[in-house]
């Protein structure tokens, strides 16, 4: 108690702005923490999709815009844009609804959102790539180019 009183009160004193933008990024590391673990879709690193798609026949969809695609996607990936997804434009997807999906995107940020709206469409098994085809890349891993 005397090393608060002493030390963490006056710094707080002496730096509102700061002091309040520690308190903001510790809030949003909770909310993220815990609305990761409430999430339906799981994040998977680049070792486990490949075991899913190897082992489990997982079907990745890349989520990027066609021109990205064509820049270089995982083999056998599907390529349905989010706003396709949310309006329920997947028919190619029905046939994989009791299958694992893999979500990709650029850098991991967007894929558990449209996770999120698939597993709304009936989707039970849903996992999103983390850091997305830029972690992929990062790896050297292989890429299909058109």
């Known amino acids: 108690m005397d090393f608060f009183t002493n030390e963490i009160l006056p710094f707080i004193k002496d730096h509102p702005l700061l002091s309040l933008g520690w308190i903001a990024l510790l809030v949003a590391i909770i909310v993220m923490t815990i609305k990761s673990k409430l999430s339906n879709v799981k994040i998977v690193s680049n070792?486990?999709?490949?075991?899913?798609?190897?082992?489990?026949?997982?079907?990745?969809?890349?989520?990027?815009s066609a021109d990205n695609f064509k820049t270089g996607?995982?083999?056998?990936?599907?390529?349905?844009?989010?706003?396709?997804?949310?309006?329920?434009?997947?028919?190619?997807?029905?046939?994989?609804?009791?299958?694992?999906?893999?979500?990709?995107?650029?850098?991991?940020?967007?894929?558990?959102?449209?996770?999120?709206?698939?597993?709304?469409?009936?989707?039970?098994?849903?996992?999103?790539?983390?850091?997305?085809i830029a972690g992929w890349n990062g790896e050297n891993l292989p890429l299909v180019k058109k």
């Open 47 to 64: 070792g486990q999709a490949i075991q899913m798609i190897n082992k489990e026949g997982a079907v990745v969809v890349d989520i990027r």
């Open 73 to 132: 996607h995982i083999t056998e990936s599907l390529n349905l844009l989010p706003i396709d997804i949310k309006n329920g434009s997947i028919k190619v997807l029905e046939k994989y609804k009791d299958s694992p999906i893999i979500l990709l995107d650029d850098n991991g940020l967007s894929a558990g959102n449209v996770g999120e709206i698939l597993y709304k469409q009936g989707f039970t098994k849903i996992f999103a790539l983390k850091d997305g």
